[in-house]
């Protein structure tokens, strides 16, 4: 018997495990939705890096912990889709319940963390923003209105809240807008990911939009909330919140955004400029974001 | 930024919104956006969620109307402290 096969093949197994726990939090989407709770924390005031700190990981353990449960509750229809079908629970390498209990266990100690360490409002929104992603999106709407997406947006939009809630501990008119402008820009955004997978969805029976009212309809929905976004995106600076650097950015930014729906509405092979705005909307706002940071840290 | 310009840019931006959120809403009366289920209760349901971010967007305008610098300081002698504030206290720690 080779002495390093026996040593090694444990190894392997448990980087896999590692790598199954790490893949539920759905890393990748958590590092926008860290951007838009850590940067209102800047906007708000001048937090220490141990706010930061305990946020980021109160915030990945909440949103990691919200992944993991939803992969659970869709456990069912994950197998039909290509872009779910490698996931720990449909491929088989990790059992319901395990990633159940994972995902309850780090939401509970995110709210710990939040609550014991930054404050109880940070850690209510925080866990509201749990609640809202699993039993109103997904439980609920996902598969029953192709409206699933406008109001399960607010799942998404809990995170400035939180970010802002740990610097101040209260809310205001700015965190609404900041709140907004992520519900608002959840449509355009995952729509055009729903046109380009609207195949998939359909196997799963989750009722998206281009499924129930058709690709043409999709697009001009798509186009009206990028108007409601635009100007969303411009109010704050009426008031005072943020600056001429901000206003600026957010004009331009937008403005790109909405020329690529325009783009996807126009052109008759549409793949191509509906992955660009899918990709484009993600660097859309975590520029807007950082736009909001510098405008703040020059006046 | 100046009052004037303020004013400008709410009247302009608001104004993109809610011609926006209108099409949303006339999409959805029409009929455009149907539920995905049959019944008078799936369209009630329908209704009800493109009405909810109408509403959300009205009350954002109305607090940033109230809110804007040129408004306010020009009823100062009106309003007695802050206007158009939204305030949930958690305590900070």
């Avoid at chain 1, 209260?170 to 195949?199: C, E, G, N, S």
């Avoid at chain 2, 804007?68 to 720690?93: F, M, Q």
């Amino acid at each position: 018997m080779n002495p390093s096969s026996l040593s090694t093949a444990p190894t392997g197994e448990a980087r896999t495990a590692l790598q199954d726990f790490i893949s539920l939090t759905k890393p990748r989407i958590i590092s926008l939705l860290l951007v838009t709770t850590v940067a209102p924390m800047f906007v708000a005031g001048d937090p220490t890096w141990q706010q930061v700190l305990l946020v980021t990981l109160g915030g990945y353990l909440m949103a990691g912990g919200a992944n993991a449960v939803n992969m659970y509750v869709d456990r069912d229809i994950d197998d039909s889709m290509a872009r779910t079908r490698t996931r720990p629970i449909p491929s088989g390498r990790m059992g319901a319940r395990a990633v159940l209990a994972f995902g309850v266990a780090i939401a509970t100690a995110a709210t710990f963390l939040l609550g014991r360490f930054v404050n109880p409002l940070t850690a209510a929104l925080a866990l509201g923003g749990f609640y809202f992603y699993i039993l109103v999106y997904t439980r609920w709407l996902k598969r029953t209105t192709p409206q699933n997406i406008v109001i399960g947006g607010a799942a998404g939009a809990f995170p400035p809240l939180v970010g802002w809630a740990a610097v101040t501990g209260r809310l205001d008119l700015t965190a609404v807008y900041l709140f907004l402008i992520i519900f608002f820009w959840t449509p355009p955004h995952f729509w055009a990911l729903a046109l380009l997978k609207q195949v998939d969805y359909g196997r799963a029976g989750v009722p998206m939009a281009p499924l129930v009212w058709g690709e043409r309809e999709t697009m001009d929905q798509m186009l009206w909330y990028t108007f409601i976004l635009l100007g969303l995106t411009l109010l704050p600076a009426t008031f005072g919140a943020f600056g001429v650097v901000y206003l600026a950015s957010a004009l331009v930014l937008g403005l790109i955004l909405l020329y690529g729906v325009i783009r996807i509405r126009r052109e008759t092979v549409w793949a191509k400029p509906a992955w660009w705005v899918y990709k484009y909307s993600l660097l859309y706002l975590a520029l807007l974001f950082a736009a909001m940071v510098v405008d703040r840290s020059l006046t | 930024m100046s009052p004037t310009l303020s004013f400008v840019v709410f009247f302009l931006a608001a104004a993109l919104a809610v011609v926006g959120q209108l099409l949303v809403l006339r999409d959805g009366l029409a009929g455009r956006t149907p539920a995905a289920g049959a019944g008078t209760a799936a369209r009630l349901r329908e209704a009800l969620w493109i009405t909810i971010p109408a509403i959300a967007l009205a009350l954002t305008l109305w607090a940033t109307w109230r809110a804007l610098p040129a408004r306010t300081a020009g009823s100062t002698a009106a309003t007695t402290g802050p206007v158009a504030t939204l305030e949930i206290s958690g305590g900070p720690r």
